[in-house]
């Protein structure tokens, strides 16, 4: 159902719920690694990473490097990165320029995936959805089919973290959302697609998602061997406890089934809908606003940053010394909460607009009434 609503297709064999988003990371990068290290064996039968181990494939494999290939990673990559034994320093941004450090560049990407022939092999994790900005890696379905097109040349994994990004894909295609869905497309042509349920889809903490095309690779590193008083009867269903993380585990499909139940296509659209209404709304204020400065700067400011904007604005005060305060100011109101973040160097304020009880109107005067006050107390 979540496949059908974020229009994936039906090809994806393996898929499990997570913890959320991170685990949906650590499992795009685990798969990734069993792949790209299993697809250099000389023979099926040395069985991959699930069974020699990182260091013993890799030797059999002649690899002496995974990368993880991405622009502004969440946080959670780069622990996944080192959970999954690849490392933190794996991680590397190859991003089109230092305006745009969101962007992925395709020439630094293939100058990267280059290194197999040294030993270097990769795996490409695009940020759909970047946690400061909200914006996308990618700009549509010719950027990911190029993508696509580079990591079978040089049998890379494909991995999307697409915690809240994904749902931008179930906007109506009307020209107020054109661009955020040109943004979100493609996204289906990856190896595999993490996302998280507990952010736009309102499910208790904790829930995340995620999707990859083979039925067996999560398998084949997340088997529960030899556990015979846990053998499932015969079924077509694979059990959780063989393709993800925990053995035991809440049901946590089940309130995902009750929002797509209770809500549908409609539903959803329209609570997304407001979300970013708002969020642009917010961004509108703040880009006209004398005090505060919408962030990342445009190179030509206007409509262009307004399309972008999903749910996530990313702001800060002009005055520096407002600016220091500023995170610690505005939850000190009590009236809305944001986190403070840094861009180019210095203190930024970041809102994330995210839950079903947004009403537009209402809560831009709050926030509105909220920065307002802040400038009038520092006059
Ligand atoms: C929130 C987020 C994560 C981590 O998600 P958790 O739900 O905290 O595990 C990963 N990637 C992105 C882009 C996110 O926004």
Not at 290 to 306: D, F, M, R, V
């Amino acid at each position: 159902m979540l496949a059908e609503l974020l229009e994936l297709g039906d090809d994806w064999k393996g898929r499990t719920f997570t913890t959320g988003a991170t685990g949906s990371n650590l499992l795009g990068l685990a798969c990734g690694r069993e792949a790209v290290v299993t697809s250099r064996l000389s023979s099926t039968e040395d069985n991959g990473v699930g069974e020699l181990g990182l260091l013993k494939a890799c030797l059999k494999a002649g690899i002496r490097e995974i990368q993880v290939l991405t622009t502004m990673g969440h946080s959670s990559l780069f622990k996944s990165a080192s959970v999954v034994g690849l490392g933190r320093a794996s991680v590397k941004d190859v991003p089109v320029s230092q305006d745009e450090p969101w962007k992925m560049s395709l020439t630094a990407l293939e100058n990267e995936l280059k290194r197999e022939k040294e030993g270097v092999v990769s795996i490409v994790a695009v940020s759909a959805g970047e946690v400061n900005t909200g914006k996308f890696a990618t700009d549509g379905v010719a950027t990911m089919k190029k993508i696509r097109v580079l990591c079978d040349k040089y049998r890379a994994w494909l991995h999307v973290d697409g915690a809240f990004g994904l749902f931008a894909r179930c906007l109506p295609e009307t020209p107020e959302f054109q661009t955020l869905i040109n943004h979100a497309s493609g996204l289906e042509l990856a190896d595999s697609i993490g996302g998280d349920c507990h952010k736009m889809l309102n499910v208790p903490y904790d829930c995340g998602v995620f999707f990859t095309r083979s039925a067996t690779i999560l398998s084949s590193i997340f088997q529960n061997p030899n556990a015979a008083y846990l053998v499932a009867g015969p079924s077509s269903i694979p059990s959780p406890l063989n393709i993800g993380l925990e053995n035991s585990r809440r049901f946590r499909a089940l309130p995902v089934y009750a929002v797509l139940m209770a809500y549908g296509r409609k539903g959803m659209q329209e609570m997304v809908v407001r979300q970013v209404r708002l969020a642009r709304a917010v961004a509108e204020y703040l880009e006209s606003s004398e005090g505060y400065q919408l962030l990342p700067i445009q190179a030509s400011p206007g409509t262009k940053a307004i399309d972008e904007t999903f749910i996530i604005v990313l702001f800060r005060a002009k005055n520096d010394a407002i600016n220091e305060q500023l995170v610690k100011k505005i939850n000190a109101s009590r009236k809305m909460y944001v986190s403070g973040t840094k861009w180019d160097g210095k203190p930024a304020s970041r809102i994330a607009v995210s839950t079903w009880k947004v009403d537009v109107e209402r809560d831009l005067k709050l926030v509105k009434s909220v920065l307002e006050d802040i400038l009038r107390d520092a006059a």
